[in-house]
């Protein structure tokens, strides 16, 4: 089926409500650019038994805005008391704001060259040959926040894993998903497990790294002085108790900086690579630009090309109250309290009220208008972070001479990139 045979619509009223969501959600997994022009064109909010879309950029964009509304409710069960879990109350304000200081944006050049020297030590010991997704795409964020972050001590594989399952739990294993009840069982036990994990290494992190500032403070010299990271600098700092930022409030947040860095970036640079890959005029300028001293054009064009094979095609909120969406238009919908929703972020960034021809490729478009980081007050704590760690990533195996894959990246049946071979020539 596609855009041009598609009747969505008609299939979707014809069937049981049973099998409403279901159909829908094969379609999203399968053919999603088609359907959503189709649901824009005809419906832009869609009703179903299991949860609502919402699918024009201006209605994505409202629901995004209004938190205490539209609220995280899903991530509880998953995040605990992260910040993140938070909707615009004082907790939420006050720690993405301590963080947001921690990650000083003056840092980036540094960080992007030291993701530069990362990517290219992997990338070079490769010989040629590379499971791009196992042992870069994870392995350089996992890398980053070991020497940036600071979460020292940790082996890389663990961090990965910590952050594998609390993402598949936390944003797969929804009940709009469908996850067969096993499977599901399965995730949050793992997620569980890791967590526990996680916990018990953050608590030996944050105490030996205490004492190493103790000591640090204490001799007054440079014959203790330790690197500067963020783990580092929050240890540092002394907050005044009217911040409410104790020693345990200093570790949830040091555990959040390792759970949205590696497999959301893994998940990106992957799904860019293969999008570049597979389309060889693209693939051309692309590496032009890679060569060019300043990365402008390059990022450009490697968030162009996220737009059409982002992370995720949605994000999830619950209604706290009723609510009428899309007020004043020929598609006003009243939310009930309760209603999951899903503004569909990878529709919105097709909706031509926004994008200008948006089936095309043009690099270079407003960056405000993308979701790549999200949007409102849940917009990622590490974006600027990752708008450098992303296209460098992505850079450094385009300069690579001959680059090829050998097939097509593999899922494994679950909603991460598990394997990619890459090749090129190191003569």
Known sequence: MNASTSHYLEQYDAAADVDKFPMVRRWIDTEPLPLFKELREKRPILVTPQCTLLTRFDDVREVLSMPKVFTVAPYVPKMGDYMMAHDDDALHTREKSLMQCMLNRDDLPEVRAMVANIAKEILDAANGH????????????????????????????DLIEWSYWNQYDTFHNQPFDLLPPEKSKYVIDRHNETSKQLGKFILELIARRFLEVKAEEITLSTLVRLDDDIVTRMLRTDYPKQLDFDIKRLGINAGGLLIGAIETTSQAVAQVLQYLLERPEWLAKAKTAAQQDTPAEFDGIVWEALRFVPITPYLFRTTASDYTAAKGTDHETVLRAGTYVLPVTLSATFDERAFESPDEFIPQRNWYNYFHFGFGSHECLGRYVGMVMIPEMVRQVLIRTEIQARSSIDYKAGPFPEQYDLFWSTL
């Open 130 to 157: 590379i499971d791009v997704v196992n042992e870069y795409c994870r392995m350089v964020p996992a890398t980053l926040v070991r020497k940036y972050f600071g979460l020292t001590g940790a082996k890389r594989r």
